[in-house]
């Protein structure tokens, strides 16, 4: 179950998500956020994602809400996402509100 609302402006990402393209990817998403309080990002299921890609959405989500904004995932984490987060230990005790944003759950 997604939370979003009709104001949050979705940002497509690149089908990259690492290492590599990590500083556009920030720019990107650092530029969308100056310009939308709510975003939602759009990550296909198929993209290479790695843990700088985890590192890049939690420091937005932390501006965002500094700024009583919000970032938002399309859907739950799936694919590479998925499997960075599993690995990662991510998944492992995850807090009501990481199991919101990350993989849609609802909260306790």
Avoid: C
Avoid at 78 to 107: C, I, N
């Amino acid at each position: 179950m997604s939370s979003t609302l009709s104001g949050d402006a979705s940002l497509t990402l690149p089908a990259t998500l690492t290492i590599k393209t990590i500083l556009s990817v920030q720019e990107l998403i650092l530029d969308f956020l100056n310009k939308n309080p709510a975003i939602v990002l759009d990550i296909d299921e198929a993209a290479q994602v790695d843990l700088s890609f985890v590192q890049l959405v939690t420091a937005a989500r932390k501006q965002a809400e500094a700024r009583a904004g919000r970032v938002l995932l399309a859907r739950p984490a799936s694919g590479d996402l998925y499997d960075v987060l599993e690995r990662g230990g991510f998944l492992d005790g995850m807090t009501p509100g990481a199991a919101h944003f990350w993989l849609h759950q609802e909260k306790n």
